[in-house]
Each structure stands twice: as C-alpha cells, then as structure tokens.
Nanobody
Framework: QVQLVESGGGLVQTGGSLRLSCAASGSTFSIDSMAWYRRAPGKQRNLVAVISSRGRTNYAGSVKGRFTISRDNAKNTVYLQMNNLKPEDAAVYYC???????????????WGQGTQVTVSL
C-alpha cells in the first residue's frame, strides 16, 4: 500500500505559477514512476506528466513547455511546477504511482485526495 498526499494548489491569475507537491508513504520501496493527473469539472481524469525512477519525463501536449515534473527520491516526493497557467488548467490535480514501459505509463491504482487549482482571468 502506498499513501499519497498532495499539496500546493490554490487560486492564481492567468499567467501565474504554482508548485504542487505529493509526498508518498507506506510501501515506497515499490514505487517506480510517479505521475500527475488532473480532472476538470465534467471531464475525465487525464494524465498530465510522468517521471520515471531514472528521471525520464513525459508530458501531455497541452502542458509541454509550461509544466515541469520532478522528484526527490530521498523524500519520496514528486513535484509539478506549473508556469504560465491558463484557465483551462483549472482542475483537481492528483498524484499517482505506477510504472513506465517505453513511453507508456501504467498506474498502480494508488491515488491521493487531490489538490484544487483555480485559474482566474
């Protein structure tokens, strides 16, 4: 079992920045890759960014160049730096753990409670 706790969400103006954090606990030895997903109101949850155990990253096209995922393995923490935020980035952001095979990410099914990001015009 892995427990995930996200933090760092909030209200920001268009063009602003936020940094999300997600701390993992429990069976952290089993963690390979970590990821961020988001769910906007009325929409499905979508993969935003992934980072492998070796630091290889993948991003959704809509955030590439604006968001940066990173991790601190010693702290079992993954971060999402979000710059130049747009209203369409507003969503609940969820942390996730899984594994990567090639460029494909496979979730292990552990989710945090999510953190709300609101972007005002």
């Amino acid at each position: 079992q892995v427990q995930l706790v996200e933090s760092g969400g909030g209200l920001v103006q268009t063009g602003g920045s936020l940094r999300l954090s997600c701390a993992a606990s429990g069976s952290t030895f089993s963690i390979d890759s970590m990821a961020w997903y988001r769910r906007a109101p009325g929409k499905q949850r979508n993969l935003v960014a992934v980072i492998s155990s070796r630091g290889r990253t993948n991003y959704a096209g809509s955030v590439k160049g604006r968001f940066t995922i990173s991790r601190d393995n010693a702290k079992n923490t993954v971060y999402l730096q979000m710059n130049n935020l747009k209203p369409e980035d507003a969503a609940v952001y969820y942390c996730n753990v899984g594994a990567m095979s090639g460029s494909t990410y496979y979730s292990h099914g552990y989710w945090g409670q999510g953190t709300q990001v609101t972007v005002s015009l």
